[in-house]
């Protein structure tokens, strides 16, 4: 793996002040705060929400390198544009006072956008990203919030999540790109490209931090924060590519897993940490630990035995910055270790010429002038982007007899727990940590009910409550349900992320079931919209149901987005980037090896990844390899051609998978390797082109080294296949 580049200029000026730095000064370098520590009372709903004295205090004294958050915890929320710029200035103005006026970079989450400022462009969650299978809308995402984040005058924001979304239980599958390494790895790469541009010192960019390293996202019970069992070769084989990605787009900084791996907490894995980020990958920037993290080896884990001893076992694991958050006992402890030789300064130095390297890349000792907001901030031309990102992230997963679209004059009764409100099209990280706060929502955007409302000159009727948990009267539906022409069903889950998110089943709760299972017996056509984080069981609803709309978190756009796909003024275009599960223990990837889909075993979802169907067809043909056999090393062209052969214009996902038939380490039995989304007139056709690299072709061998063996493959493109050989030079 390369290495990440290092800019000269930037070094030597890192090493001239590092050379000034007291160890008092370096320690606080490596001190992350939350806004808390140096809030004023009621810190959210007041227009001077610091405390002088504290701020003081923490810049001045612990001489703090970081502060994360908005005001302010435990009631976090969305603050104003323009209360931020004040609030980040009078940070950058009292560290100007400071000895070596070294600045401090303000981190916060930026998940679908800027979260926590109020009035910002909030994109569809990153499981939706993935579903649009469209690099270039996950690009303009990462451009869009990057100068949404710097406009609020703040630096460094704690995205993408670049773990792959393999165990839906786990309440942060939505945060990721779902389950596909190399889309997972497609869709963040662009990501942070956008986000950061050519240089993130410019006024519009901003540094990414890539989440959360290593293997947090596969926990064995689906539990947050709770323990994955990971051999060596399935972390290289599924795990760590997409970091390596993300690092290879440029990514300066990395959150560390608050996990554990085999036993070994995210934290204190020097393997991890140390002898793969630093040794094979390349990083260069620095790593951050997640919330609290460094003392939990002592009061969770039971790895230290002392704070002080946690401390010691994350630093020297290569933990460069400790997200505290509420105290200064990190600062203190290290000092002390310090001190007495326990620490070396040599390590020290590493970790905060890491922190002066992104501090220098971030352009934060040479600040622009920040940017206009009337220019930068929830623009016309951004929320143009937001909706085209909903609406090719929404999957039409059945359409029995072209159901849908409907007409606009039809008589439609809507119900359902997720129908009028937008917290369940948002989900956590959505102008509060959990995304539950429906009342601090925007009241210009549409929930799914009033969008449809709007759209149609039917009659619409609406069974339901007001919260998300509230009895829905079923009497009063099914009585509805008979002066309508259609039902459409919305069910899913409330809003959460992290721990709160946990649950024990995939199993939609009964209120939900019996709801549906009493519309479905009305007779009347069932359109099923569903909207969530989480695959939820939905297979005996949507055998019965007449069409099944998967909306997961299509973000603030979500509810107009989705009447345009319900009523025809949207082609739907997304593709599920996750398996769909038919049952709760039935977790089966695409990409499984052959002995699960081998006599009694199978792979049958309720819908496949990359299942998403449209209300034209397509039609691939014509699948050709420029060669039939390659020597080790050697790439080989693919082309395809892809036709609408229907009767609207359409945008299909045209997706290249490989096998390797025979090889030293079980393969499975189809892995996508490249793809590309494009749009179509009727009767218009495309050809395509591809090339497949060595790496494609590369795996995990016997020995933990990636290799290409000779033999036959298997390339796949809709229903045609081709194969060649790879031969020794």
């Not at 006024?203 to 947050?224: E, F, M, V």
């Not at 323990?227 to 997409?242: D, Q, S, V």
């Amino acid at each position: 793996m390369g290495a990440q580049e290092l800019n000269p200029q930037i070094e030597k000026q890192v090493q001239n002040l590092l050379a000034q730095m007291s160890l008092e000064e370096k320690v606080g370098q490596m001190t992350q705060i939350d806004f808390s520590v140096i809030s004023a009372e009621n810190a959210q709903d007041i227009d001077n929400p610091i405390d002088q004295a504290k701020l003081e205090e923490a810049v001045l004294k612990y001489h703090v390198g970081s502060i994360l958050n908005t005001p302010s915890t435990p009631n976090n929320k969305a603050q104003p544009i323009e209360k931020w710029r004040r609030l980040t200035n009078s940070i950058r103005e009292v560290a100007a006072k400071s000895r070596l006026k070294i600045p401090v970079i303000y981190g916060i989450d930026a998940i679908h956008g800027a979260t926590y400022t109020r009035s910002s462009v909030l994109f569809p969650q990153a499981i939706n990203m993935a579903a649009t299978f469209n690099t270039q809308l996950s690009f303009q995402e990462g451009e869009i919030t990057a100068a949404e984040v710097k406009a609020s005058g703040l630096d460094w924001n704690f995205s993408p999540v670049m773990d792959i979304g393999r165990q839906p239980l786990w309440p942060r599958l939505w945060e990721t790109y779902g389950e596909d390494v190399y889309l997972g790895s497609a869709m963040g790469s662009a990501y942070i490209k956008g986000h950061q541009g050519a240089d993130y010192s410019a006024a519009t960019k901003a540094p990414t931090c890539l989440k959360h390293y290593i293997g947090y996202s596969y926990p064995l019970n689906g539990k947050d924060r709770s323990p994955a069992w990971i051999g060596e070769r399935a972390l290289r084989e599924y795990f760590l590519p997409a970091f390596a990605a993300g690092i290879k787009a440029g990514a300066p900084t990395v959150m560390i897993n608050s996990g554990e791996v085999d036993g070994i907490p995210g934290h204190a894995n020097y393997q991890y940490l140390t002898s793969i980020l630093r040794g094979e990958l390349g990083f260069t920037g620095f790593t951050i630990s997640d919330w609290e993290d460094i003392i939990r080896l002592y009061d969770r884990d039971k790895m230290a035995a002392s704070p002080k001893e946690a401390v010691k076992i994350a630093v020297m694991a290569g933990v460069d910055m400790s997200m505290v958050p509420f105290n200064y006992s990190f600062y203190d402890l290290l000092l002390e270790l310090a001190h007495s030789g326990e620490v070396p300064l040599s390590r020290i130095d590493e970790a905060v010429t890491r922190i002066l390297r992104v501090k220098f890349a971030t352009g934060l000792f040479n600040p622009h002038p920040l940017i206009n907001e009337a220019e930068y901030f929830d623009t016309p031309a951004a929320n143009a982007v937001n909706r085209q990102a909903a609406e090719e992230s929404i999957i039409l997963a059945k359409n029995d007899q072209q159901l849908l679209p409907l007409p606009k004059t039809a008589s439609i009764l809507v119900t359902g727990p997720a129908a009028n409100l937008l917290s369940v099209m948002n989900g956590g990280w959505t102008i509060t940590w959990q995304g539950d706060k429906e009342e601090l929502y925007p009241q210009n955007k549409l929930t799914l009910l009033q969008a449809i409302q709007k759209k149609t000159t039917g009659q619409v009727s609406y069974v339901g409550g007001k919260a998300f948990g509230d009895e829905i009267n079923i009497e009063q539906v099914v009585s509805a349900a008979r002066n309508h022409d259609y039902i459409i069903l919305a069910l899913g889950e409330k809003p959460y992320t992290e721990t709160p998110g946990n649950i024990d089943s995939l199993n939609l709760d009964d209120n939900q079931l019996k709801l549906a299972h009493d519309v479905l017996a009305t007779g009347k056509p069932v359109i099923l919209v569903t909207l969530g984080g989480r695959p939820r069981i939905i297979t005996p609803i949507a055998e019965k149901a007449a069409a099944v709309v998967l909306g997961f978190l299509p973000g603030m756009e979500g509810g107009e987005v989705l009447a345009d796909i319900l009523f025809g003024d949207v082609n739907p275009s997304g593709k599920l980037p996750i398996s769909y599960p038919r049952n709760t223990n039935d977790i089966v990837p695409y990409d499984h090896k052959p002995m699960e889909s081998f006599e009694f075993n199978q792979y049958r979802p309720l819908y496949a990844f990359a299942h998403g169907l449209s209300y034209t067809r397509f039609e691939t043909n014509g699948l050709t390899l420029n060669k039939n056999k390659i020597k080790l090393g050697e790439s080989i062209d693919v082309s395809v051609k892809v036709k609408n052969i229907g009767q609207l214009t359409g945008k299909e996902v045209v997706m290249v998978y490989l096998h390797d038939k025979a090889a030293s380490v079980t393969r499975p039995t189809r892995q996508l390797k490249a793809f590309k989304k494009v749009e179509l007139k009727p009767g218009q056709q495309q050809t395509l082109q591809f090339t497949l690299t060595a790496d494609d072709m590369s795996f995990i061998g016997v020995d933990m080294k990636r290799i290409v063996e000779p033999g036959e493959f298997k390339v796949m493109v809709g229903t045609e296949t081709a194969e060649f050989t790879v031969t020794h030079p």
